[in-house]
């Protein structure tokens, strides 16, 4: 605003508190979404006993991607997690990545979350 201050707007429960960190997670998704492996994705906050709660990442690559990678090994979780870390504040990035060939959506197309969070961990 005029003042210099940022102010954020998104939902209350896509809002990830994780070691006393408010991470949103829109905007782990947009950083995901900027590799160039990644087609679509969803992040949720799933149950931490240490942190209270870590971002866990729901990643469909695009069909494009060849290798290893596909399967979703080490290499590639790596990949995403410094990406993110590069791209927007480093305590944001997913502890978890979990890849799968699609996302639980509506008929509409929006990814239902609560889907993912019924089967996270």
Do not use: W
């Not at 508190?17 to 160039?36: D, K, M, T, W």
């Amino acid at each position: 605003d005029e003042n210099g201050y940022f102010h954020f707007a998104a939902r209350n429960d896509d809002m990830i508190i994780s070691s006393g960190y408010n991470i949103a997670g829109p905007e782990v998704e947009a950083a995901l979404l900027s590799h160039e492996a990644v087609a679509e994705c969803a992040v949720i906050g799933v149950p931490d006993e240490e942190r209270g709660a870590i971002v866990e990442a729901h990643v469909v690559l695009r069909g494009d991607v060849t290798g290893d990678a596909q399967t979703g090994d080490a290499q590639m979780i790596k990949a995403l997690q410094d990406h993110v870390k590069a791209t927007i504040a480093p305590h944001k990035y997913p502890r978890a990545v979990m890849f799968t060939d699609t996302l639980p959506k509506t008929e509409t197309g929006k990814i239902q979350r609560f889907r993912l969070k019924q089967t996270a961990g």
